[in-house]
C-alpha cells in the first residue's frame, strides 16, 4: 500500500533553494541588528600579549571590542568535552578568550561588533594585537617521535585500541604479504554556507538562529556554556546550506553570537567568512595509515594489521574512526587496530563525510588490490573469497547485507569483465585508460537517544508533521512528507513536514548518515499513532460507517479508513465530532548497544580513468556505484545523495588537499581559489545501482542510510584505476600531478 515512499518526488523546497528566497540562520532580519566579526589568531602557538582597541572604539558605530580580557567567562567547570549523545556537544573542549593562551591559527582573540558588517570589519582591522609566539607543531613530520597510543578516540567513543584473534600468528602463516603506507591530506570543510548564528534576547530568553545540524545539540551546548536553563533556549533553523559533518558539532560562534549580543543588549549576527571556515569549525585531519595483509596463495586473509597516525588538538583525543568498517568488511580471524595521535597547535579534527571510513577503506581497498595483483585474483574474486557472513569484529549476524549483489550489479553495470588486467594494457593516444574497483562499507544507523515526532490532521484533511531535525540539503521535508502520508494513507501533496525548531519533539542530530532512518522511524510513530487514534475513534463512535469494526481490520487510503465495505473519512469523522483537528506523537527507541546485529551499509565502487603520464593529467571517464541502503524513502534524493558522494570521493582522490605551513602552524589553502572540490567539468557520468535488500532490524522502515556510502571506496577504485592504466602504485590522497610525471 506504499504509494508515496520510495517516488522520485521533487524537493517541496527546491524553488526556494534554486531561487536564493530560502533564508540562512544568517539572513534572518531583526530590528536593531549588530553585526559581530571574529577577530583569529595570526600565530599558531604562544599569547596574547597585548589587544590594543583604543582606535577601534572610536570608529563609528563600533558597539563592542570583546577580547579575553573582557568576555564573559563561560559557565562550565570542568570543560565539556565532544560529545554527540544525547548532550551538549561542543566541537572542541577548549573555549576561546577565556585565558590568553594561542593553541592555534586563527583560535578566535576578538569579536568586534557594530552597527554594519562594514563598520565591524573595518574596526577589526585596526586591532593593534601584540603576540609572544612560540614555534608551532603542526604536522605529522614534525611531531612523529611525540605520538601516543590512544586511550580512547572521537569523543570518548571509541577505543584507542582493537584486537581479534593473534596477529603475529596471522602475519606469520601468510604466504603473500602486502604491507603499506598510506598518507591522507588534511580535507577542509567547505559547504556552500559558511556557518553562522544570529542571537536575540528578550529579557533572559534566547532565541538563537543557526546554521546546524541539530537544533537540539546547538540548544544543549549553548545552554551549558552560558549556564541557562534549557527552557529559556529556543534555537531555529529552517534551511542550513550544506554541512557535511561542519554543523555537526557546535563549534564556538552560537556562544559568541549569544555572549556578544548581551553584552551590546541588540540582536547580534555572526557569520563566519570563507577565510575562517577552514579555522573554525573543525577539518579531517592529515592522517598516515599503515597495513599489513597477510593472506594465503588462494587469497584468504589471515591477517590484517592497520594503524592510524594522526594530528590532534591540545585538548581532546580525536580521531576520525577510520578503522571502523575497514575492520568489519573481511572475514579475517587475525586483526590489530591502533590509532596514535600527536598533541599538534590545530583545534580539534571534526566529522567530515564519511567520517573515517572514507580514508579507512581508501587504505584498506588499495592495499586489496596489491594483493589481488600478487595473488593473481581479479579484485572481485579476492573479495568475494574473504566475503564475512556475519560481522568479524562482533560476531553478530548482519542486519541485512546485499554486498556480494552489489559486486555483481556493479560489475555488470561497468562491464567490468571485459578488463584485462594487466596494468598499462589500454592506450588512446596519449592517454593510458586503466579501470578499479573498490569494496564500500559505512555504519548503518548507530545507536542513539529515543526519536520523537507530532502529527496533527486538519478537519479538512491536510497533515502537519513535525520534528525537531534540520534541513541541510538532504530533502527531509519532502521525504518525511512522503513517510506521513503512507502511514497515515493520505495524498502525499496534503502532508506538510515541519522541522529546524527546538520546541518541537525532540530529534537528535543528523548526523552518520542516521538521518533518514532515524527521522523516519518518528515520523512513522507519530503517524502510526495518530492513525490508530483516529481509527480507534472511528470504530467505538456509534455516528460512524466503522462503528463496531475489528481496528486491526482497518485499512487507509486516500484520506479514508475502511473496514470490508464500510468506510469513512477522516475529515467526515472530526466534523461530525466537532473538532478542528487531532493530534498524537510518537517515539522510537533505537535498538541498543547490546542488539545482536550488526548493521552495516554495503557498496561496490568502480572508476575508469584516463591518464596522460607526460602532463600528469587523470581525468575519471566514468563512475559506477552499486548500493544496497535499504529502504529507499525518494529515489531522486537517494540518487542525488549517492552520486554527490561519489564525486566528493572524487574530489579526495585528485584534488582536496590542505596541510600546514610547518614554519607558520597556518593552513596553506584558506579559500575556494586554492583549496580544490571537483566542478563540473571535472565529473563524469555516474552510474548509481541499488542493489533491494530488506532491514528488519536498524529502525521501522529498513532505512540505512545513503549520506556517507557513495563517497566510500571511490577514492580507492581511482587510485586502483590509475595503477591499471600506468603500473604505478601511488599511495596517498590527494594524487596530484607531480605523483604522476
Ligand atoms: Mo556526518 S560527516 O556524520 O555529519
Not at 507530532?454 to 484533511?461: L, M, N
Amino acid at each position: 500500500m506504499t504509494t508515496a515512499i520510495g517516488a522520485p518526488l521533487e524537493r517541496v523546497d527546491g524553488r526556494q533553494k534554486v531561487t536564493g528566497s530560502a533564508r540562512y540562520s544568517t539572513e534572518i532580519p531583526a530590528t536593531g541588528m549588530a553585526h559581530a566579526c571574529l577577530v583569529g589568531a595570526r600565530i599558531a602557538s604562544g599569547r596574547v600579549r597585548s589587544v590594543d582597541a583604543s582606535d577601534a572604539r572610536e570608529e563609528p558605530g563600533v558597539l563592542a571590542v570583546l577580547t579575553h580580557e573582557n568576555l564573559p567567562r563561560i559557565a562550565t567547570q570542568p570543560p565539556l568535552v565532544p560529545s554527540l549523545f544525547g548532550g551538549p556537544a561542543p566541537g572542541e573542549t577548549f573555549f576561546p578568550m577565556q585565558d590568553d593562551i594561542v593553541h592555534y591559527g586563527g583560535q578566535p582573540i576578538a569579536l568586534v561588533v557594530a552597527d554594519t558588517h562594514e563598520r565591524a570589519q573595518h574596526a577589526a582591522s585596526l586591532l593593534r594585537v601584540g603576540y609572544e609566539a612560540s614555534e608551532p607543531l603542526t604536522t605529522i613530520e614534525q611531531g612523529r617521535d611525540q605520538a601516543y597510543e590512544a586511550e580512547k578516540i572521537f569523543g570518548g567513543f571509541l577505543p584507542g585500541r582493537s584486537a581479534r584473534g593473534d596477529i603475529e600468528e596471522g602475519i606469520e602463516k601468510a604466504d603473500i604479504v602486502v604491507e603499506a603506507t598510506f598518507d591522507y591530506a588534511a580535507n577542509s570543510h567547505n559547504p556552500l554556507e559558511a556557518s553562522g548564528t544570529t542571537a536575540i534576547w528578550d529579557g533572559d530568553e534566547l532565541l538563537l538562529y543557526d546554521g546546524t545540524q541539530g537544533v537540539n545539540a546547538t540548544q544543549l551546548t549553548v545552554a551549558a556554556l552560558l549556564g541557562i536553563p534549557l527552557s529559556k533556549i529556543r534555537v531555529l533553523s529552517q534551511f542550513v546550506g550544506g554541512s557535511f559533518g561542519s554543523k555537526a558539532m557546535i563549534w564556538h560562534h552560537p556562544a559568541l553570537a549569544a555572549l556578544a549580543a548581551r553584552e551590546v543588549g541588540r540582536p547580534v549576527k555572526l557569520a563566519l567568512t570563507r577565510e575562517q571556515m577552514f579555522t573554525a569549525c573543525g577539518h579531517r585531519e592529515e592522517q598516515e595509515q599503515h597495513i599489513t595483509l597477510g593472506a594465503t596463495n588462494d587469497g584468504r586473509l589471515t591477517a590484517l594489521r592497520h594503524h592510524k597516525l594522526s594530528p590532534t588538538s591540545h585538548f581532546d583525543d580525536w580521531a576520525e574512526p577510520s578503522l571502523n568498517s575497514a575492520a568489519q568488511m573481511y572475514a579475517c580471524p587475525n586483526y590489530e587496530g591502533v590509532y596514535r595521535l600527536i598533541r599538534a597547535n590545530t583545534m580539534t579534527p571534526t566529522f567530515m563525510r564519511g567520517p573515517g571510513d572514507s580514508t579507512g577503506m581508501f587504505a584498506l581497498e588499495c592495499a586489496m588490490d596489491e594483493l589481488a595483483e600478487k595473488t593473481g585474483l581479479d579484485p572481485i574474486e579476492l573479495r568475494l573469497r574473504n566475503f564475512a557472513d556475519a560481522d568479524p569484529v562482533s560476531g553478530n549476524p548482519w542486519s541485512s547485507n546485499g554486498l556480494k549483489e552489489c559486486y555483481q550489479r556493479g560489475a555488470a553495470s561497468f562491464g567490468w569483465h571485459d578488463r584485462d588486467p594487466a596494468p598499462g594494457s589500454r592506450r588512446e593516444g596519449n592517454w593510458l585508460i586503466g579501470t578499479g574497483m573498490a569494496a564500500a562499507g559505512y555504519p548503518a544507523p548507530p545507536p542513539g537517544t529515543p526519536q520523537r515526532a507530532r502529527a496533527r490532521i486538519y478537519a479538512d484533511g491536510s497533515v502537519v508533521v513535525q520534528g525537531a531535525t534540520t534541513e541541510f540539503g538532504t530533502g527531509v521535508a519532502t521525504v518525511m512528507a512522503q513517510v506521513a502520508a503512507d502511514v497515515l494513507g493520505v495524498p502525499v501533496e496534503r502532508c506538510r513536514f515541519e522541522k529546524g525548531d527546538t520546541d518541537f519533539p525532540g530529534i537528535a542530530s543528523a548526523v552518520g548518515s542516521a538521518g533518514a532512518g532515524m527521522i523516519s522511524a518518528a515520523v512513522h510513530a507519530a503517524a502510526t499513532a495518530l492513525r490508530e487514534q483516529l481509527i480507534g475513534e472511528a470504530v467505538a463512535d456509534s455516528g460512524s460507517p466503522l462503528h463496531g469494526a475489528d481496528p486491526a481490520g482497518v485499512v487507509v487510503r486516500n484520506g479514508t479508513m475502511s473496514a470490508g465495505t464500510s468506510s469513512e473519512q477522516y475529515t467526515d469523522l472530526l466534523r461530525r465530532n466537532l473538532r478542528p483537528d487531532a493530534e498524537a506523537s510518537g517515539t522510537w527507541n533505537p535498538p541498543g548497544m547490546d542488539t545482536p546485529y550488526a548493521m552495516l551499509t554495503f557498496g561496490a565502487q568502480f572508476a575508469e580513468v584516463a591518464v596522460d603520464p607526460e602532463l600528469g593529467l587523470v581525468r575519471v571517464r566514468r563512475m559506477t556505484g552499486a548500493f544496497a541502503p535499504g529502504r529507499v524513502l525518494n529515489a531522486r534524493t537517494v540518487r542525488s545523495q549517492l552520486m554527490g558522494g561519489m564525486l566528493w570521493s572524487l574530489g579526495q582522490a585528485l584534488l582536496e588537499f590542505n596541510r600546514m605551513d610547518p614554519a607558520t602552524g597556518r593552513w596553506v589553502c584558506n579559500s575556494l581559489g586554492e583549496y580544490l572540490v571537483p566542478v563540473n567539468a571535472d565529473a563524469p557520468d555516474v552510474t548509481v545501482e541499488l542493489v533491494d535488500v530488506e532491514d528488519r532490524i536498524v529502525n521501522p522502515l529498513g532505512v540505512k542510510g545513503v549520506g556517507e556510502i557513495g563517497q566510500v571506496g571511490a577514492n580507492a577504485a581511482i587510485a586502483n584505476a590509475i595503477h591499471h592504466a600506468t603500473g604505478r602504485r601511488i599511495r596517498k590522497m590527494p594524487i596530484m600531478i607531480e605523483d604522476i610525471i
